[in-house]
């Protein structure tokens, strides 16, 4: 275990580091004393509406009244009977409700977005996600009072000094944190957008599950200068693959070793019930029971029982839903319960190890340095079956797999606390080549310009160029350090200087394979705009000129990305009028849903 410091902050604080899953969430937190070590606690007690003590997360699903207002979120949505009320109130429920807040280019064969179960009308995903947080929210409070001494008094104390750490898949990227920041603001976790900007902080899963796994000792035996590991984080609804080696371990600094944004993959334990629950509907589409109500009974089970103790395919398992008297012989249906093989069970589960594996090996492929343990984390490792079929097959690979006995499902709730207290990592792998959209000057004897002459522009200084070519500041697979910066520079000319007061340069991501794309139109699919940074540029130098058709003005800046943090940050840096010096900001970073690309 990596020993914490003592707080050097100057008055008490609350960290709250708050995991949001597909299908379970949790809180963990930390109060921090000016001298004193952190502890890292989890809210385990008091969960409303679960009676297990100990428990450390609870159902991410919420039932909505039909006016929009929330009737019950977590374990209060899945106690006894609720579904009979539900019925009677005409209740909503929401559940997967995470996946709806995924970049576009994660949708794949197995997760699209058209299958997700629907968002209660009239409501967005972001406006579900800031009513789960509230949920969450309210129950620490509520935790906080009943599991310290004189715990009101201590919230009182800590309400508004409070630092939040958000975790999310490692696809994610600024798009998504923007939307988790607005929520947290309607949530009611920090009062306005100036003060998310500065109390919240984002967190890959991955990155947390190693946090985790260091503070908890796991990785005990691997922490040697030198040495790298693997960390596989599957959850409900994806499996987050990353890596990392031990630079030093005194200090401890650690360093990303592969791009983690690839290795998203979307085969969580959800995957696992949407295939059994088709293969049901097929089964039983001639059968009495193949009607919804007894198929969502089947799969119910199925989740919470029959999915979680397989682990033989040469074993026969069994679904419960009906009666003594529910018998169906031609589908296998005896006395209530529905009999599948164990190979039938296996084959929901495959898709999952297959995607898991080939996730593995290309990550094992791109990491700077050899990776030869594997660390499996999160809710659906606890999957016999799948741990069992996992590791025969990474140690045919010669990797060694561990899995914690520790409660990991706490792995990304505790993993985000420690990152706010200790940062480990002092280097990441970009996951994509960042860059903007420019002209290039026309050239007659290059044939790619040649073959786009129909759409040259001519600007206001005669120069001919081509728009739309992509001008890379960071490529993908480049480590930088924390804070570390990239910049390039451009030009913009106009007739008017009043025409150059204003800025708005669109950050580009491009996820496609290319080695160094200069076109946007060469792979289109895979430019994605990921910000667009605004400027007020009014007092920037801008140089009078002679164009082929008069006065011209021409203006010189740079666009910088401060990389290898868990958020890109970008700026605009820019030569002043008056003192004739570089100069930055104030700029804007605005993500938008559907931003419009610049030309």
Same mark, same amino acid.
């Given at each position: 275990?990596?020993?914490?410091?003592?707080?050097?902050?100057?008055?008490?604080?609350?960290?709250?580091?708050?995991?949001?899953?597909?299908?379970?969430?949790?809180?963990?937190?930390?109060?921090?004393?000016?001298?004193?070590?952190?502890?890292?606690?989890?809210?385990?007690?008091?969960?409303?509406?679960?009676?297990?003590?100990?428990?450390?997360?609870?159902?991410?699903?919420?039932?909505?009244?039909?006016?929009?207002?929330?009737?019950?979120?977590?374990?209060?949505?899945?106690?006894?009977?609720?579904?009979?009320?539900?019925?009677?109130?005409?209740?909503?429920?929401?559940?997967?409700?995470?996946?709806?807040?995924?970049?576009?280019?994660?949708?794949?064969?197995?997760?699209?977005?058209?299958?997700?179960?629907?968002?209660?009308?009239?409501?967005?995903?972001?406006?579900?996600?800031?009513?789960?947080?509230?949920?969450?929210?309210?129950?620490?409070?509520?935790?906080?009072?009943?599991?310290?001494?004189?715990?009101?008094?201590?919230?009182?104390?800590?309400?508004?000094?409070?630092?939040?750490?958000?975790?999310?898949?490692?696809?994610?990227?600024?798009?998504?944190?923007?939307?988790?920041?607005?929520?947290?603001?309607?949530?009611?976790?920090?009062?306005?957008?100036?003060?998310?900007?500065?109390?919240?902080?984002?967190?890959?899963?991955?990155?947390?599950?190693?946090?985790?796994?260091? #503070?908890?000792?796991?990785? !005990?035996?691997? +922490?040697? =200068?030198?040495?790298? &590991?693997?960390?596989?984080? *599957?959850?409900?609804?994806?499996?987050?693959?990353?890596?990392?080696?031990?630079?030093?371990?005194?200090?401890?600094?650690?360093?990303?070793?592969?791009?983690?944004?690839?290795?998203?993959?979307?085969?969580?334990?959800?995957?696992?019930?949407?295939?059994?629950?088709?293969?049901?509907?097929?089964?039983?589409?001639?059968?009495?029971?193949?009607?919804?109500?007894?198929?969502?009974?089947?799969?119910?089970?199925?989740?919470?029982?029959?999915?979680?103790?397989?682990?033989?395919?040469?074993?026969?398992?069994?679904?419960?839903?009906?009666?003594?008297?529910?018998?169906?012989?031609?589908?296998?249906?005896?006395?209530?319960?529905?009999?599948?093989?164990?190979?039938?069970?296996?084959?929901?589960?495959?898709?999952?190890?297959?995607?898991?594996?080939?996730?593995?090996?290309? #990550?094992?492929?791109?990491? !700077?340095?050899? +990776?030869? =343990?594997?660390?499996? &984390?999160?809710?659906?490792? *606890?999957?016999?079956?799948?741990?069992?079929?996992?590791?025969?097959?990474?140690?045919?690979?010669?990797?060694?797999?561990?899995?914690?006995?520790?409660?990991?499902?706490?792995?990304?709730?505790?993993?985000?606390?420690?990152?706010?207290?200790?940062?480990?990592?002092?280097?990441?792998?970009?996951?994509?080549?960042?860059?903007?959209?420019?002209?290039?000057?026309?050239?007659?004897?290059?044939?790619?310009?040649?073959?786009?002459?129909?759409?040259?522009?001519?600007?206001?200084?005669?120069?001919?160029?081509?728009?739309?070519?992509?001008?890379?500041?960071?490529?993908?697979?480049?480590?930088?350090?924390?804070?570390?910066?990239?910049?390039?520079?451009?030009?913009?000319?106009?007739?008017?200087?009043?025409?150059?007061?204003?800025?708005?340069?669109?950050?580009?991501?491009?996820?496609?394979?290319?080695?160094?794309?200069?076109?946007?139109?060469?792979?289109?699919?895979?430019?994605?705009?990921?910000?667009?940074?605004?400027?007020?540029?009014?007092?920037?130098?801008?140089?009078?000129?002679?164009?082929?058709?008069?006065?011209?003005?021409?203006?010189?800046?740079?666009?910088?990305?401060?990389?290898?943090?868990?958020?890109?940050?970008?700026?605009?840096?820019?030569?002043?009028?008056?003192?004739?010096?570089?100069?930055?900001?104030?700029?804007?970073?605005?993500?938008?849903?559907?931003?419009?690309?610049?030309?």
């Amino acid at each position: 275990m990596a020993p914490l410091k003592p707080y050097a902050g100057l008055s008490r604080k609350l960290v709250l580091g708050i995991d949001v899953g597909t299908t379970y969430s949790g809180v963990s937190y930390s109060i921090l004393d000016p001298g004193e070590v952190p502890k890292i606690l989890g809210v385990t007690r008091r969960w409303p509406g679960q009676e297990k003590a100990g428990d450390t997360k609870i159902p991410s699903i919420l039932y909505y009244r039909p006016d929009g207002t929330v009737h019950s979120a977590g374990a209060e949505a899945a106690v006894p009977g609720i579904e009979l009320e539900a019925e009677d109130e005409d209740l909503f429920l929401v559940q997967w409700f995470k996946l709806h807040l995924r970049p576009e280019h994660l949708d794949s064969e197995e997760v699209n977005r058209r299958d997700l179960p629907p968002l209660p009308p009239g409501k967005t995903v972001k406006q579900v996600f800031a009513d789960f947080l509230h949920y969450l929210y309210e129950c620490v409070r509520k935790h906080i009072f009943d599991a310290h001494a004189n715990g009101e008094s201590l919230w009182s104390s800590l309400k508004d000094n409070i630092d939040f750490v958000l975790s999310h898949p490692n696809g994610w990227e600024g798009a998504q944190q923007s939307r988790m920041r607005e929520a947290a603001v309607m949530a009611g976790l920090v009062p306005d957008a100036d003060a998310a900007l500065t109390r919240i902080q984002f967190i890959t899963e991955g990155e947390a599950s190693l946090h985790f796994c260091i #503070q908890s000792g796991l990785t !005990s035996e691997s +922490v040697e =200068t030198g040495k790298s &590991v693997m960390i596989i984080d *599957a959850g409900g609804g994806t499996v987050d693959i990353s890596s990392y080696s031990f630079v030093s371990t005194t200090p401890l600094v650690v360093e990303e070793i592969a791009s983690a944004e690839c290795e998203c993959v979307m085969q969580g334990s959800t995957r696992v019930n949407v295939r059994a629950e088709k293969f049901l509907r097929e089964r039983l589409k001639n059968s009495a029971y193949g009607n919804d109500e007894d198929i969502k009974t089947m799969v119910e089970y199925f989740d919470k029982t029959t999915k979680p103790f397989f682990k033989d395919a040469n074993e026969t398992t069994y679904i419960k839903f009906g009666s003594m008297g529910c018998n169906d012989p031609k589908v296998k249906i005896r006395r209530g319960q529905l009999l599948l093989t164990g190979q039938e069970m296996a084959s929901f589960f495959q898709p999952s190890l297959d995607g898991i594996v080939a996730a593995v090996q290309r #990550q094992r492929q791109a990491a !700077s340095r050899p +990776v030869s =343990t594997v660390y499996f &984390v999160g809710g659906f490792a *606890a999957s016999p079956w799948l741990h069992a079929g996992l590791q025969n097959i990474l140690g045919s690979l010669g990797l060694t797999l561990c899995r914690p006995d520790t409660q990991t499902n706490k792995a990304v709730s505790e993993g985000a606390v420690s990152f706010y207290l200790d940062h480990f990592v002092s280097a990441r792998v970009m996951r994509s080549t960042y860059g903007v959209s420019c002209n290039v000057d026309f050239d007659d004897a290059n044939p790619e310009h040649v073959a786009r002459a129909r759409l040259k522009v001519v600007r206001p200084s005669g120069r001919v160029v081509l728009p739309n070519a992509f001008s890379s500041i960071l490529t993908k697979g480049t480590q930088v350090r924390e804070k570390q910066e990239k910049s390039r520079t451009y030009f913009r000319e106009a007739r008017e200087p009043r025409m150059l007061n204003r800025i708005a340069t669109t950050v580009i991501a491009y996820k496609g394979n290319l080695s160094d794309p200069h076109w946007q139109d060469m792979d289109p699919d895979y430019f994605v705009p990921l910000c667009t940074i605004h400027a007020d540029t009014s007092a920037v130098k801008r140089t009078p000129r002679d164009g082929p058709d008069g006065q011209f003005f021409v203006q010189v800046y740079d666009i910088i990305l401060i990389c290898g943090l868990t958020e890109l940050e970008a700026q605009i840096s820019w030569t002043d009028n008056v003192i004739d010096c570089p100069h930055r900001g104030p700029a804007t970073v605005v993500y938008d849903d559907d931003p419009q690309e610049l030309r």
